[in-house]
């Protein structure tokens, strides 16, 4: 199937940038729409952002304007760019990749294993 593995994950004072990246191998010519997601301490997983193979995007209210999410399908990778880091940002960021399955259009979602924030002073 598909295989997703994180990296760029640090830790970053309040205000700090950091990119993160996700290497998809595999199937990879069945993914379709990807995203990131995080999971702070005690919450539940949120979703971060989401863009299509054709490039487009959503965010989460409160990433927006703050993170950028990107693909390159030539190198089968996914990133997400954070400016102005906030401690409510501390999270494991995960990485998503939705494929097709069959010729009816049946989906599945593969998960990367994550990649710790940590935004401190």
């Known amino acids: 199937q598909v295989q997703l593995v994180e990296s760029g994950g640090g830790s970053v004072q309040p205000g700090g940038s950091l990119t993160l990246s996700c290497v998809a191998s595999?199937?990879?010519?069945?993914?379709?729409?990807m995203g990131w997601y995080r999971q702070a301490p005690g919450k539940e997983r949120e979703l971060v952002a989401t863009i299509t193979r054709g490039g487009t995007t959503n965010y989460a209210d409160s990433v927006k304007g703050r993170f950028t999410i990107s693909r390159d399908n030539d190198k089968n990778t996914l990133y997400l760019r954070m400016n102005s880091l906030k401690s409510e940002d501390t999270a494991v960021y995960y990485c998503?990749?939705?494929?097709?399955?069959?010729?009816?259009?049946?989906?599945?979602?593969?998960w990367g294993k994550g990649t710790l924030v940590t935004v401190s002073s």
């Open positions: 595999g199937r990879v010519y069945n993914i379709v729409n």
């Open positions: 998503k990749a939705g494929v097709v399955v069959n010729v009816e259009g049946a989906g599945m979602d593969h």
